[in-house]
């Protein structure tokens, strides 16, 4: 009796490890997958792991190469049936030492936090001091003269619009200052521009992003400035207008390099050849361990793999997870993805990114035809014991959007945005900043649709 209740219990437990192989409803696997992704911490002690020891990931930097790799490495660990490296050419910006910046006025200095911004080019060796010119926004500087202009520094000072709901909305509508400011200053024979950084909060934190990079170097040489001090040299401004910044920055633009994708695949059973993309980028700013942007995503789309292979669930199309590489600075990876697959003749019927931080997941943004959008959106109901219910006309995401050149439906996981823009490209994108329930539900969430789509097609 003793041996046969053996063999029985084994047999259940051979049985709740294949759950699939029984003929398991859209909703009982879609719960089951929900069930499994609650009850992990895989995938977030991977993303520990990769915050701790590959910080500063920028794509042109080793330690960039060097993730991919690692990545290639925790992907082959799992089994897949194809994982490989991708390799991609990438703009080259190295930061060089540390910023310096300061506030002088009536003969004291005030030490302030910057950064410099990716493409952007150096100081001369001694720095810039010059008087200072506040504007609100780009649009602030079309208002003054060149003769206004000429032989100072500009404050972009635009704050981001904190009574907006969506804050991506708020960043968008400052976000034109960093990219374009210091071209314009330049236009207007500025000597340097100063952009305060792109978030709600205020803090010690500059955060960095990307430049316009022009012929010849029409620029001036650019920080970011904490929003603490950058209200704080507005405020000096007020009282005494002909006080002067300092500012010095190391960085330089060199040839182009190499880095790598990091792709991992579960080949499809009866189309192996139509392709499911889940992905983030794997590069983050180098002031930045880059734990919500994005190295949270990238392991998100790791754990959708994981999470098909601990279910058993075996799927009809093949199911790629695409760590990209260098989204932070030319978008090198996404292109090079979207030419290979063209090249290659492969099908993609759907790619997904996550690459709006690893909060609560609301659901997705869908950039395809209405008729996609309107079959995904059927779909809800199975979503709402999960209070996911956003499924709506919207974009994609940058990685992803080269793929839309061949057909594909493009999702965005669309998340909690509240507290976004106070980690986003700064030193406060740090591990500590992610919750294992909210990270874990979105890799979930991301499955489930995932499995919908590859199970009835679009």
């Known amino acids: 009796m003793k041996k046969i209740l053996i063999l029985f219990?084994?047999?259940?437990?051979?049985?709740?490890?294949?759950?699939?192989?029984?003929?398991?409803?859209?909703?009982?696997?879609?719960?089951?997958?929900?069930?499994?992704?609650?009850?992990s911490n895989e995938s977030y002690e991977i993303l520990r792991y990769l915050t701790e020891h590959f910080p500063k990931?920028?794509?042109?930097?080793?330690?960039?190469?060097?993730?991919?790799?690692?990545?290639?490495?925790?992907m082959e660990q799992m089994f897949l049936d194809n994982v490989f490296l991708q390799e991609v050419d990438v703009m080259n910006w190295k930061r060089g030492e540390q910023e310096i910046g300061a506030i002088k006025s009536?003969?004291?200095?005030?030490?302030v936090n910057v950064c410099a911004l990716g493409r952007g080019i150096a100081t001369e060796k001694a720095g810039i001091e010059a008087k200072v010119i506040e504007v609100n926004g780009t649009e602030g500087l079309w208002q003054l003269t060149r003769d206004q202009v000429q032989g100072k520094i500009v404050?972009?000072?635009?704050?981001?619009?904190?009574?907006?709901?969506?804050?991506?909305?708020?960043?968008s509508e400052v976000a034109g200052q960093r990219f374009i400011g210091p071209v314009l200053a330049a236009e207007y024979g500025a000597v340097g521009a100063v952009i305060r950084s792109l978030t709600t909060?205020?803090?010690?934190?500059?955060?960095?992003?990307?430049?316009?990079?022009?012929?010849?170097?029409?620029?001036?040489?650019?920080?970011?400035?904490?929003?603490?001090?950058?209200?704080?040299?507005?405020?000096?401004?007020?009282?005494?207008p002909d006080l002067t910044f300092y500012f010095k920055t190391n960085c330089k633009n060199l040839p182009d390099t190499v880095s790598y994708n990091a792709i991992g695949e579960i080949t499809g059973s009866e189309y192996p050849n139509e392709y499911i993309i889940v992905g983030g980028h794997l590069d983050s700013w180098d002031n930045s361990p880059g734990a919500h942007d994005d190295g949270g995503g990238c392991m998100q789309a790791i754990e959708v793999l994981r999470l098909f292979k601990k279910i058993g669930y075996k799927p009809k199309r093949s199911i790629r997870a695409v760590m990209y590489m260098d989204e932070e600075i030319s978008q090198g990876g996404?292109?090079?993805?979207?030419?290979?697959?063209?090249?290659?003749?492969?099908?993609?019927?759907?790619?997904?990114?996550?690459?709006?931080?690893?909060?609560?997941?609301?659901?997705?943004?869908?950039?395809?035809?209405?008729?996609?959008?309107?079959?995904?959106?059927?779909?809800?109901?199975?979503?709402?014991?999960y209070s996911v219910n956003?499924?709506?006309?919207?974009?994609?995401?940058?990685?992803?959007?080269?793929?839309?050149?061949?057909?594909?439906?493009?999702?965005?996981?669309?998340?909690?945005?509240?507290?976004?823009?106070?980690?986003?490209h700064c030193g406060n994108d740090t591990f500590d900043q992610i919750n294992r329930e909210e990270m874990q539900k979105g890799a979930a969430t991301m499955a489930a649709l995932i499995y919908l789509v590859d199970k009835y097609g679009l």
Not at 106 to 111: D, S
Not at 208 to 231: L, M, R, W, Y
Not at 361 to 367: A, E, H, K, N, Y
Not at 368 to 379: D, F, G, H, M, V
Request: with cysteine; net charge negative.
């Open 9 to 39: 219990l084994g047999f259940l437990f051979l049985l709740s490890c294949n759950r699939s192989s029984l003929q398991l409803s859209d909703e009982e696997t879609i719960k089951l997958v929900f069930e499994e992704a609650e009850f």
């Open 57 to 74: 990931r920028l794509a042109c930097y080793p330690q960039g190469g060097e993730a991919a790799k690692w990545t290639k490495s925790i």
């Open 106 to 111: 009536n003969g004291n200095a005030i030490n």
């Open 155 to 171: 404050f972009f000072n635009k704050a981001m619009n904190p009574a907006l709901e969506n804050p991506f909305q708020a960043y």
């Open 201 to 240: 909060s205020i803090d010690e934190f500059p955060h960095t992003g990307t430049t316009q990079k022009v012929e010849n170097d029409f620029t001036v040489p650019s920080v970011c400035i904490a929003t603490k001090h950058a209200n704080l040299l507005s405020n000096m401004l007020e009282t005494n």
């Open 334 to 385: 996404g292109k090079v993805y979207a030419e290979q697959a063209k090249r290659n003749g492969e099908k993609h019927i759907l790619a997904i990114e996550s690459d709006r931080g690893v909060t609560i997941p609301l659901g997705f943004t869908i950039d395809a035809s209405p008729e996609i959008i309107n079959k995904i959106a059927l779909y809800k109901k199975l979503f709402e014991p």
């Open 390 to 424: 956003m499924f709506e006309k919207g974009y994609g995401g940058v990685d992803i959007e080269p793929l839309k050149e061949i057909g594909t439906p493009l999702l965005g996981l669309a998340t909690d945005p509240t507290h976004y823009f106070d980690w986003h």
